[in-house]
């Protein structure tokens, strides 16, 4: 990823993290729960709730569809750029 094209191919993608991260927020708020509360439930540890919130966590596939399970909804709406 050193050659300029790739740089510029790159810099355009979303920024998947800051997506997740928006969005995982706002379905805790929703629900009335705190980050202790998803992190309890997800069996995980608060501050790696706090971290993927924040964006600078990257949680797997898998970890993205626990948590959307516990917010009761989907991994595609956890990772789908709201409108602004």
Known sequence: MDDPSSRRRYA??????RV???????A???L???????????DIDR???SGIERGTRNP???M??????????TPAALLTPQER
């Not at 009335?32 to 997800?42: F, H, T, V």
């Not at 993205?64 to 909804?73: D, G, M, P, S």
């Open 12 to 17: 355009c993608m979303l920024d998947y993290r």
């Open 20 to 26: 997740l991260a928006e969005n995982l927020k706002a």
């Open 28 to 30: 805790r708020k929703a």
């Open 32 to 42: 009335d729960l705190s980050q202790e509360e998803l992190a309890l439930e997800a």
């Open 47 to 49: 501050t790696y709730v």
């Open 60 to 62: 797997s596939l898998t």
């Open 64 to 73: 993205i569809a626990k948590l959307a399970e516990r917010l009761k909804t």
